[in-house]
């Protein structure tokens, strides 16, 4: 891996309060999540040094990595064999305990027995063969909802990340989550090509593609840039989609029913649903998978919506109700509340969403993320 920054100072506390500012200040400007991550980047690096990164985009609903994602001096070529190891041999400082954390952010070293690394795999077999000494993960999280993951690496020879480089980064957590949230609206018109039916892609056990149906050649070509494996048609196949079907094998190995489900954006903003399931043989066995691809339903998108403009789930419940035609009182008594309390709850959402009446609202929270909408800032 190239070096980034061969600083192993770390600036003083008040450089880096300056340069928090800085940062926030940065990420405020940038239009969609990639430029964020490398607004974000620009300023961290110098703040906490390391030798490169990978930034991450996350389902909120699911947590599991989809698109866009953003490189710094790393190859992402081997995105798919680093979550092998995180979804099925890794043992500690993985996300999704990491995810539950008072602080969502810790290094390799500052986990496990005294630092030994004896039980990490992702050491072992994917860091040390490519030079790489330590990682701090980051979940970014807000409202107990993911929305990415950051990896910082530091090479051999590199002093370890610290726990004052953990707290540092920790307190960027909120700001970086909202901030990512806020981008989860689609950014323009978004095509109804919907009678085309699902995108079916059919792979072996070991991930290898086998074939494809007509809508599934087209979804493919929607798909956003980033990390992937390109099949012997030259057609490729995201990152993110053989770390769905990781999850789904692993939970099918181990008899669980109903596979992984991710939500994503198309290159046009449209929001869509990848499912990744189990196909098994007579004896129960897994035998291969099978990855659907379709456009997300309103029921699945209006919680993406809402929380761009942080509505509280209670918030979430009164804008669902007041959809489906409930009036206060009818809303009042479906959640148990005063209508004083329901009203308070309205002009809340009002002013978070920036309407003035309730068809208002309906139209910005239900039809807009469908039909295409501006992002809220």
Known sequence: MAVANRSTGAPT?????????????????APDAVRMFAA??????????YDSAVWRVTDPLSGIMTAPVHFENIDGKDCALYWEHELSAE?????????QARV????????????????????????????????????LRTRGHIQGYVSLFREQGRPVFTAADSEFVG????????????????????????????GLLLFDRSGSLQSVNDA???????????????????????????????????????????????RLRS????????????????????RSLAVTLEP??????????????????RELEVTWLLAHGRTTEGIAQSLFLSTHTVRDHLKAIFEKVGVSSRNELVSTLFIAPVLGARTAE
């Open 216 to 262: 599934g050649w087209e979804y493919l070509g929607e798909l956003p840039d980033g990390p992937s494996t390109v099949t012997t048609d030259g057609q490729r196949v995201p990152a993110w989609m053989y770390i769905t079907m990781i999850q789904a094998r692993g939970r099918g190995e181990r008899g669980d029913r109903g596979g992984a489900r991710i």
């Open 296 to 313: 997300a339903p309103l029921t699945e998108i209006m919680p993406l919506a809402a929380g761009a403009y942080g509505l509280s789930e």
């Open 40 to 49: 974000a980047a620009g300023q961290l690096r110098t703040l906490v040094p």
């Open 104 to 139: 969502p952010v810790a290094g390799l070293w500052q986990t496990g027995d005294g630092g030994s690394l004896s039980a990490s795999a992702m050491y072992h077999d994917f860091m040390r063969p490519r030079g790489v000494h330590d990682e701090l993960r980051v979940v």
């Open 171 to 198: 307190g960027l957590v909120p700001p970086l989550a909202q901030r990512l949230r806020s981008y989860t609206l689609p950014l323009g018109p978004v095509p109804g090509n919907d009678a085309r039916g699902p």
């Open 13 to 29: 506390r008040a450089g880096r309060a300056r340069g928090r500012t800085e940062l926030l200040s940065r990420i405020s400007g």
């Open 91 to 99: 043992r500690g400082n993985r996300f999704r305990d990491l995810a």
């Open 267 to 286: 290159r046009s903003g449209r929001w869509l649903v990848c499912q990744a399931s189990c196909l098994r043989g007579p004896d129960d066995d897994v």
